[in-house]
């Protein structure tokens, strides 16, 4: 087993978004990303197979896909889809969000 302590991930960079990789396995990958308020993480897509999924666990945005559609992001709530689907984050306040990734990429 293995503990991964998120407290200490809580860093943000001014103006930026600040990345740390929190596990990478074959099996999945977790990355932490920290945005800063008004910030956009861009709408994106890998053409692989596979799925994601995005937790917010701090702070308030929008999950954002095809064409910038937004839905409302709460602490909580989890976003998942096909990583070839367009994804991507605005956040409203200081926002820290999990990504999920499986297969890794």
């Given at each position: 087993?293995?503990?991964?302590?998120?407290?200490?991930?809580?860093?943000?960079?001014?103006?930026?978004?600040?990345?740390?990789?929190?596990?990478?396995?074959?099996?999945?990958?977790?990355?932490?990303?920290?945005?800063?308020?008004?910030?956009?993480?861009?709408?994106?897509?890998?053409?692989?197979?596979?799925?994601?999924?995005?937790?917010?666990?701090?702070?308030?945005?929008?999950?954002?896909?095809?064409?910038?559609s937004a839905m409302p992001a709460n602490p909580g709530d989890m976003l998942i889809?096909?990583?070839?689907?367009?994804?991507?984050?605005?956040?409203?306040?200081?926002?820290?969000?999990?990504?999920?990734?499986?297969?890794?990429?």
């Amino acid at each position: 087993m293995k503990k991964i302590e998120l407290a200490k991930t809580d860093i943000f960079e001014q103006g930026g978004i600040k990345k740390f990789l929190v596990h990478d396995s074959p099996y999945f990958k977790i990355i932490n990303f920290n945005i800063k308020a008004g910030q956009t993480f861009p709408v994106h897509s890998h053409q692989i197979e596979g799925q994601l999924s995005i937790l917010v666990v701090a702070g308030t945005g929008e999950f954002l896909g095809k064409d910038n559609s937004a839905m409302p992001a709460n602490p909580g709530d989890m976003l998942i889809s096909d990583i070839s689907e367009p994804h991507g984050a605005r956040a409203i306040t200081d926002m820290r969000i999990l990504v999920t990734i499986a297969p890794p990429i």
